[in-house]
Every structure is written in C-alpha cells, then in structure tokens.
C-alpha cells in the first residue's frame, strides 16, 4: 500500500520569497507522483507529475518538484512567491498496478504574506 | 477539450427530497471518478468507473447511487441524505491504462448542503 505524508498543514510565506511544500511518500514499488492544486471552492488543478522519465520535473505557474529516491520525498518548490499562489496543495501516488487510485496527503494551505 | 464540467454548481436539498449531480468530459478517457471532500480535507474516493462498468465502491452508503449512462457522462443520485454528507462533490476523469500514470482531471465540484 501506498501513502504520502505533507509535512507543514500551513505554510506562508512573503511575496517573493522560495515556496518550498514537502512531500514524502511510501511504496513497495516505483510510484507515480503529483501535485494538484486546489483554490477555494473550485476543483483540483495538476500542477506537475513524476513518471520516472525524469527526477526534476517542472510543472505548470513556476513550480517544480524533484523527486529523490533516497529520501523518498517528492517536495514542491517555487523560486519566488506570488499572492495568487495563495490556496490548498495536495500531493498524491499512484502505484504501478492495477488499482488506479490516488492516494492523497492531508494537504497543504499555503499563504501569500504582501 | 480538456475540461470536466460538472452541474449543478451549488445544491441545497432537504433530507426527503430526491436530486441528481452530473458530470460530462469529452476527453475520451474510459474511467471516471465521485469524490466527497470536507472542508480542508482531501478528496475522498467514492466510486470509479471503468468503461461504464462501476469497478470501485468504497463502502458508500446506499443513499448516493452512481450511474453510468455512457462514456462521457456520470451521474450521482442522491436520495435521503443527512446533514453530515454536505460537502464539495468532485467527478474526476482519467485515461484506464495499465500502470499508474492516469493523470486525472478533475471538474469544479458541486457544492451540495443538506438541509
């Protein structure tokens, strides 16, 4: 069985300054990560995904996640925040077999400071 | 078309009555997906449709019942619900591939409150 942890259920952070949202996850086998994002009361967005084609993948609005084996983590990071950054993120895995779920972490809000 | 589009956006129902959510995509993907999400919660999985056959259900009360008319639409039934099921109700849509690389694509959720 799968399973990712989000460290952090509130992060913020000046305008301007490094998002950096954690990701760690847990599977017996290769997964298959993302990063969704969801403004409120709207649906979830992707933002980027990891396929094993390559560790840093860049996704969509300048955010970017690197996933490294070794730490088992998959963290998702911006250079420099934005106010319309402001929302809920949520990591999630899939596994490589036949069940097709994602499997979600609790969620991230992240906050925007002017 | 890369969107999922899902009526109505906002529903008050009471207890007794009867009412429907429907989602449509014309991605061509073959699963499609019910999620019920609390407030600053993650989706929770309901049912997953695999070419118009229902393949998942996750222990959901009888009260919500899924169809799945053809490949392009989903509907959930609604019928007796309590208090407690007021949520954000998300239909997601997804190609049905071997592995786990089905990006889903998710609609803006009907916001139901139940009365």
């Known amino acids: 069985a799968q399973s990712v942890t989000q460290l952090g259920s509130h992060v913020s952070v000046s305008e301007g300054a490094l998002v950096l949202l954690r990701c760690n996850y847990s599977?017996?086998?290769?997964?298959?990560l993302f990063w969704y994002v969801q403004y409120p009361n709207q649906g979830l967005q992707l933002l980027l995904k990891?396929?094993?084609?390559?560790?840093l993948v860049k996704g969509i609005n300048g955010f970017e996640a690197e996933f490294k084996k070794s730490e088992t983590s998959f963290h998702l990071t911006k250079p420099s925040a934005h106010m319309s950054d402001a929302a809920e993120y949520f990591c999630?895995?899939?596994?490589?077999?036949?069940?097709?779920?994602?499997?979600f972490g609790s969620g991230t809000q992240l906050t925007v400071l002017p | 078309d890369t969107e999922v589009t899902q009526t109505p956006k906002h529903l008050v129902m009471g207890m007794t009555n009867k009412k429907s959510l429907k989602c449509e995509q014309h991605?061509?993907?073959?699963?499609m997906y019910w999620y019920k999400q609390k407030a600053k919660k993650p989706p929770e999985l309901m049912f997953v449709y695999s070419y118009e056959k229902l393949s998942i259900n996750e222990s959901v009360p009888s009260r919500f019942s899924p169809e799945c008319p053809n490949s392009s639409l989903l509907n959930l039934h609604l019928h007796a619900l309590q208090p407690e099921d007021s949520a954000l109700y998300l239909c997601?849509?997804?190609?049905?591939?071997?592995?786990?690389?089905?990006?889903?694509?998710f609609g803006p959720g009907t916001r139901l409150t139940v009365l």
């Open positions: 997601a849509s997804s190609h049905w591939t071997s592995g786990g690389n089905n990006e889903q694509f």
């Open positions: 991605m061509g993907h073959r699963a």
């Open positions: 999630a895995v899939s596994d490589q077999g036949s069940a097709r779920q994602l499997t």
């Open positions: 599977s017996s086998v290769p997964p298959y």
């Open positions: 990891y396929t094993s084609a390559a560790t």
